[in-house]
């Protein structure tokens, strides 16, 4: 719409000279100073001004050197005023704890939790600092078995106790595996043979339920409320006492043959027992 203002079609008139300023990428132009040049403009009188201080620096340091050839006393080297400074650790650090402030203020404003709704293992502190170092005997073991309200509930499986306080509903008293706390039943979490194997005995299992007890241990490990709380020492096995029997005849008969089932607690029709489920 410029024909409006200017109908006659008149050349546009040049910018005054005293709105014109070098060109910082090219000294044979000039450009003007309007607002898009301004970012230009002032990276410009930085670099001049960072010039400045540093061909200052440079001739203060000749004197010092000068002082020094004469043996005149002068003070510590001056550091460049324009030289980059590196990040060290301790602003790495700072970055860091900036970085974890903004995204739990973050959480907490997106989603009404500082940790995004994430309730795993890792956002409690008993993960961090484990109290894994108690040692028990059996018999100090039972008196974790929920019959005492005011102790807490511990489960051991091979030699590993854990506590198991946070689903009482499960293993208190009146719980569908109450009989599983207070004591190590290792054997039971590879046969099934919840009421007959309550022994950490592992004697004689087959590969497939050594596996089972290795992923019982492994998911009391890894569980988000469950924790290790020490070791249970047991007596020594007498290597002539009987192996115990298993609950599925069928399996004892053929001494425990490993099956095609994927499951290690699972178990033919013929088991007496229900296997154990729990939920994660």
Partial sequence: MSWIWNPDGDAPKPPAEDNMVQDPSDPTRKVTKKAANQPF????????????????????????????ARGEEVGPAEVDPTAEQEVELLGLL?????????????GKFFTGSFLWEYDGKWARLK???????????ETYLATFDGNDPTKPLYLAIDGDVFDVSSNSRTYGPGGPYHHMVGVDAARSFGTGCFATHRTHDLRGLTDNELRGVEHWKKFFTEHKTYYKVGKVLHHPIDPKSPIPEHCDPK????????????????????????????EL
């Fill in 41 to 68: 403009l002032a990276h410009k009188q930085y670099r001049e001004k960072q010039e400045q201080e540093h061909q200052a620096w440079l001739q203060r340091n000749r004197e010092r050197e000068e002082k020094l």
């Fill in 127 to 137: 993960t961090y600092w484990p109290n894994s170092g108690r040692l028990f005997s």
């Fill in 94 to 106: 700072k970055f860091i704890v900036y970085l974890i402030l903004i995204i739990v203020i973050a």
């Fill in 251 to 278: 399996k004892e008969q053929t001494n425990h043959p490993t099956t095609g089932n994927s499951n290690p607690m699972s178990h033919s029709k013929g088991n007496t027992e229900t296997p154990i489920r729990e």
